[in-house]
C-alpha cells in the first residue's frame, strides 16, 4: 500500500512539476545610486532620496502578488533599515513622498511599482560622520495574501562634512538633487530658481538642462521638457562639446547614464501641450473657412528601406524564439524578448518594441532559433542608433563555437533610418542553435536598438 501512494506521488511530480512559488522582489536606489563596492558618499545637509522598487520574482509568470498586511496599507510594510559601523541600529527620520495608495498592492508580472521617501537637508546637517548600510524591507510574515520577510540588497553610505573646495561636478550634482528634493516638496518654484541658477552658471554641464528637463516635467509643459533633456544627453554625451568647440580630433563620446534616457522616456509619454497651429497672415488658403475646406496638404511619404522588402521574405530566413542579454534598458519594453519573431518595428527611432541594453560597455545579445540548422549568413535589423556590432558567434547544441564576424562596422548607413547588418560566410560545419551579437555600446551617443535578427539556412 504505501509502495503504492509513493509511485502516485511519484508520477504526480512528474506529470505536475511543482513550480516555485512567485514572491516580491525589493530594489533599493538612494540619491540615484544602487548597491556597489564603493560607499555612496552624502555630504551633511544635503537631501536624501530613496526608491523602493516592487516587482514580482518572476517576469515570465503571469501571476500577480498580492501585498496586503492584517492593519493598515501596503505602505506600512515597508521599511528602511538604517545601521551604523558597529551594526547598531539608527533612526534616520525618512518621510514617504506624496500619497502612496492605500490598502493592498497587487504586483503585476510587467509592472514596477515605486515607493519614494526622502530625509530634508535640515535632518541630514545632524548626521555624524561615518558609514552606514542601508537596506529596504518588505515585512509581511503575517500578510493577509504573500507572507514572508524579503530584503533588498544593502547600500553603503559614507556620510562625511561639506568638503571646502568642492570640484564642479560636485557642486553641480549636489545642486540638481536639491532640485529633485524642492519637486518632491512641492516647491516648484524654489525648483525653477535652483534651475535657471544652474543654467547661467555653466550651461555646459548637463546637471543644468537636466533640472529643466525635471522642473517643465512638473509643469506638464512636454515640448519645452523633451528640448532640455534631449541638450541634457548631448551635454553628458560630449557631443554638444564637440559642435561648440569644433576640434579638429573629435573626442570619443561618453556613455550616457540610464536616467537620462528613463527620464526621456518618461517625457515621451506625457500628452502633448503643443498649442493648435494658427493660420498665418495673409494666407487665406491657410485658413478654414465655416463652409469650406483646407489646401489639401499632400501626405508624407515614409522611407522605404530595400531590404525591408527583400529579407524578411527570404524562405531560407529564420526568426529568433528565445532571447537573452547582458542588460535590459526596460521590462518588458526594451528587453532581450523584443528581439524574438519577425520585425514589428515600422519606424526609426527609440521604440520599446525592440531590444535595448543599458548604456555604456560592451553588451550582448543571444538569440536562440527552434530547430539547429547549418548557417551561411546573419541579418540583424537595427532600429536606431546602427553600427555598434563588433562580433557575430554561431553556437552548436553540444557546445562548440566559431565566430562569423568580428570588427567593426565600417557601414555607412543613411541618417535616421531604419539599417540592416548583413554578413555572409561559407556553410557553417555544424548546425547552429544559437547566435550572439556583441555591441561597443559605448561607441554611440545612444543606445544601438535590435529589433529582430535572422540567420539564413545553408542550402
Given at each position: ?51 523602493v ?79 552606514y ?19 533588498s ?19 553641480a ?33 548637463p ?47 561618453k ?39 483646407a ?73 536562440t ?26 553556437f ?10 568580428s570588427?567593426?562596422d ?16 561559407p ?14 555600446a ?12 535572422q ?5
Amino acid at each position: 500500500m504505501k509502495l503504492s501512494v509513493l509511485i502516485f506521488f511519484l508520477i504526480v511530480n512528474v506529470a505536475f512539476p511543482m513550480t516555485e512559488p512567485v514572491s516580491p522582489d525589493v530594489g533599493l536606489r538612494i540619491n540615484g545610486h544602487a548597491s556597489a563596492p564603493a560607499p555612496l558618499p552624502l555630504s551633511r545637509g544635503e537631501p536624501v532620496i530613496a526608491e523602493v522598487a516592487l516587482r514580482t520574482s518572476s517576469r515570465d509568470s503571469a501571476q500577480p502578488v498580492t501585498l496586503e498586511p492584517p492593519v493598515g496599507g501596503w505602505v506600512t510594510s515597508i521599511k528602511l533599515i538604517v545601521t551604523n559601523a558597529s551594526g547598531g541600529l539608527e533612526r534616520w527620520p525618512f518621510v514617504v513622498v506624496g500619497k502612496p495608495s492605500g490598502g493592498a498592492l497587487t504586483l503585476q508580472p510587467d509592472r514596477v511599482t515605486t515607493l519614494v521617501l526622502r530625509i530634508e537637508p535640515t535632518n541630514t546637517a545632524a548626521f555624524v560622520p561615518g558609514i552606514y548600510q542601508v537596506v529596504a524591507r518588505l515585512d509581511l510574515a503575517d500578510g493577509r495574501s504573500w507572507r514572508g520577510v524579503t530584503e533588498s540588497e544593502a547600500i553603503d553610505v559614507a556620510v562625511s562634512l561639506p568638503p571646502v573646495a568642492p570640484t564642479d561636478a560636485d557642486l553641480a550634482s549636489r545642486k540638481l538633487f536639491r532640485v529633485r528634493d524642492a519637486l518632491l516638496a512641492g516647491e516648484l518654484e524654489r525648483a525653477q530658481s535652483a534651475s535657471d541658477e544652474m543654467m547661467k552658471a555653466n550651461f555646459r554641464r548637463p546637471e543644468g538642462p537636466m533640472a529643466m528637463a525635471l522642473v517643465y516635467e512638473a509643469k506638464g509643459d512636454r515640448r519645452k521638457a523633451m528640448v532640455y533633456v534631449d541638450v541634457a544627453i548631448a551635454c553628458v554625451s560630449g557631443s554638444a562639446e564637440r559642435m561648440l568647440t569644433k576640434d579638429a580630433v573629435e573626442t570619443p563620446l561618453k556613455p550616457i547614464p540610464s536616467e537620462y534616457f528613463d527620464l526621456r522616456r518618461r517625457i515621451e509619454q506625457m500628452p502633448s501641450t503643443d498649442p493648435e497651429p494658427q493660420p498665418l497672415p495673409g494666407y487665406p488658403d491657410n485658413v478654414v473657412a465655416a463652409a469650406g475646406k483646407a489646401s489639401p496638404v499632400p501626405p508624407v511619404k515614409p522611407v522605404v528601406n530595400a531590404d525591408d522588402q527583400k529579407f524578411p521574405l527570404d524562405p531560407h530566413g529564420r526568426w529568433a524564439a528565445g532571447a537573452e542579454a547582458s542588460s535590459e534598458l526596460g521590462t518588458p519594453k526594451f528587453s532581450a524578448r523584443q528581439a524574438l519573431g519577425p520585425p514589428n518595428v515600422t519606424t526609426y527611432g527609440h521604440h520599446g518594441e525592440a531590444w535595448s541594453s543599458k548604456p555604456g560597455g560592451e553588451a550582448w545579445l543571444k538569440l536562440t532559433y527552434n530547430t539547429p540548422m547549418r548557417i551561411s549568413a546573419v541579418r540583424v535589423r537595427q532600429t536606431f542608433n546602427p553600427g555598434a556590432m563588433v562580433k557575430v558567434e554561431a553556437f552548436a547544441a553540444d557546445g562548440r563555437t566559431i565566430v562569423l564576424w568580428s570588427g567593426h562596422d565600417t557601414t555607412v548607413y543613411p541618417p535616421n533610418q531604419i539599417a540592416w547588418f548583413a554578413t555572409t560566410f561559407p556553410p557553417t560545419s555544424f548546425p547552429v542553435q544559437s547566435i550572439t551579437l556583441t555591441f561597443d555600446a559605448a561607441s554611440l551617443p545612444g543606445p544601438d536598438e535590435i529589433d529582430a535578427v535572422q540567420i539564413i539556412t545553408a542550402p
